[in-house]
């Protein structure tokens, strides 16, 4: 049972009525309407990271998913394994970004990018070594967007499990809310 109820959208101001028509009718969105000043701004960031960014959208989910079972978050691994599945992952590469079993053993990209969650979540900042190796195959823009969605969903993660945001039937459609930029015009 959810620590605060999610507000009803029509009892919000319109401005953020609109704002939340443009979305699917999550809870957390629901639920962070509590902080109506702040909830335009997250859910800006949000979407730049999300539709916007330079970071390929499979390693991002990756990396979300990986931060969600850092924090132990249900709904944001639930939420984020339904866009995974959207932008393409697998289930092998799904279950690596789950598994929280130690450190990559080959030196991929996506490894070395786990391995950068991993520190990042655990230790805050990321031994140099990794960075450098992370920097070498990233632009900085595409840096500051991994590091921004680290915390981010680190954020979102904390705010779902201390006030246990109930996870919404699988029914809920995102094929229209979300792009991969690679295939934008």
Known sequence: ??????????????ALQELLAKRPPYNVYRVLA??????????QLASA????????????????????AHCKSAYEIH?????????????????KALRLSGPATSD????RLLGFTDQ???????????LDAVQADLSPRALVELLLT??????VSRVLENLEVE???????????YRDPASAD
């Open 34 to 43: 509590h902080a109506p000043t702040a909830l335009p701004g997250f859910m």
């Open 167 to 177: 996870i919404e039937p699988d029914g809920v459609e995102i094929a229209g809310h």
């Open 120 to 130: 990042v979540v655990l230790h805050v900042k990321a031994d140099a070594h990794l």
């Open 108 to 111: 991929t990209l996506e490894d």
């Open 1 to 14: 049972m959810p620590r605060i109820a999610p507000l009803e959208v029509d009892t919000l101001a319109p």
């Open 79 to 95: 939420q984020h394994l339904r866009l995974a599945r959207h932008v393409g992952l697998d289930s092998a590469r799904i279950d």
């Open 49 to 68: 990271l999300l539709t916007q960014g330079e970071l390929d959208p499979q390693l991002r989910e990756m990396v979300i998913l990986r931060a969600g």
């Open 150 to 155: 680290i915390g981010t969903y680190m954020m």
